[in-house]
């Protein structure tokens, strides 16, 4: 079972990989399968997520049944696919998406 702060984890770490490679069809469509879950399971929009970094730490600031919310993950921790993508980018290439062909 996903809570909010799984959800919202999941999201950032596919985020992050989607900001880095824009054209990876892939991450897009997972990003938006997070956002999707954020909004239906949650109640929380996308649009309304806003992120903030330190040399640590990512901060996510959201709203939820009218309240302002933050949650923290450690930059290590949200980082660690991207990582792995840029170590071994054969492993990860992407395909462009057939209705652009």
């Not at 799984?6 to 997972?30: F, G, H, M, Q």
Request: proline share 4%; glycine share 2%.
């Amino acid at each position: 079972m996903n809570s909010l702060q799984d959800t919202i984890y999941n999201w950032l770490t596919i985020k992050v990989v989607c900001d880095a490679r824009p054209n990876d069809s892939a991450a897009l469509e997972t990003m938006e399968m997070f956002e999707g879950m954020l909004t239906d399971n949650y109640g929380v929009s996308a649009s309304d997520l806003t992120i903030e970094t330190d040399e640590n730490m990512y901060y996510v600031h959201y709203e939820r049944d009218g309240e302002k919310k933050k949650t923290r993950f450690p930059r290590e921790l949200i980082e660690v696919m991207l990582n792995q993508i840029n170590m071994e980018p054969d492993k990860f290439c992407n395909f462009p998406d057939e209705s652009e062909s």
